[in-house]
């Protein structure tokens, strides 16, 4: 085996040398002719050519240590365009529909410019209703979340945003789980979009009424 030894003025070096066993053919690996930006990592086209680019960032994690109207999440639409976003057992304080809100500009938009459709789904099967519409000032997640009564009544999503900029409408894509109010097991899915091309920045998540009073949220960029 061979390898590329870089010798530190300190004395100590560093080097790279070649798999553990046979590559089978001859490789060659072409760098990137200038640095990536902060947080991206070294890709391959899968034929040796290298490059940096963005890949899925965890965030972390962050626990709801008090009860709460409102839950504000912003993203690092610097570096990212995409993100995912996991919602565990969020734990409604009373019945209650969940919304959401953008940040647009800087701030959490009210503009009438939110477009949702949620269908929900349960044992007895799909829901006649088609939740939400156009030209609304919040975005409709779900339908009649359970509140507290001590009894698995949590709401977990799993949320998929597209931030957007000045290529189309921005939105997101949302699947849930959670018992409703009549104790039924529900699973519900749909979209949230911004009927213009501004970029999406965060998302306030909130019930129609109450609090959420416990749970977690972990968020990843792409």
Not at 62 to 76: H, L, M, P, V
Not at 105 to 126: D, M, N
Not at 142 to 162: F, K, P, R, T
Request: proline fraction near 3%; charge should be negative; hydrophobic fraction near 30%.
């Amino acid at each position: 085996m061979s390898n590329i030894k870089l010798v530190h003025s300190g004395g100590n070096s560093v080097s790279l040398t070649t798999p553990d066993s046979n590559p089978g053919a001859n490789r060659t690996f072409k760098l990137p002719g200038a640095d990536g930006t902060s947080g991206q990592a070294l890709v391959t086209d899968g034929s040796g050519a290298l490059s940096f680019a963005n890949t899925l960032k965890n965030f972390g994690t962050t626990t709801i240590s008090s009860a709460s109207s409102e839950i504000d999440i912003d993203f690092d639409v610097t570096n990212y365009s995409n993100f995912k976003l996991m919602l565990e057992g969020w734990n409604p304080s009373a019945d209650c529909n969940m919304y959401c809100r953008y940040k647009i500009g800087g701030s959490v938009s009210t503009a009438s410019a939110y477009a949702s459709l949620t269908i929900k789904k349960y044992a007895g099967g799909f829901d006649s209703n088609e939740y939400g519409g156009s030209n609304q000032n919040y975005g409709y997640m779900s339908h009649n979340v359970g509140g507290n009564d001590g009894n698995y009544e949590v709401y977990n999503a799993q949320l998929e945003i597209m931030t957007g900029s000045g290529t189309g409408m921005p939105f997101m894509n949302h699947n849930t789980f959670y018992k409703d109010a009549a104790g039924a097991y529900v699973h519900n899915m749909g979209i949230v979009g911004w009927q213009n091309f501004n970029q999406i920045q965060g998302i306030r998540i909130y019930p129609s009424t109450g609090n959420i009073t416990a749970g977690k949220y972990t968020l990843y960029g792409f």
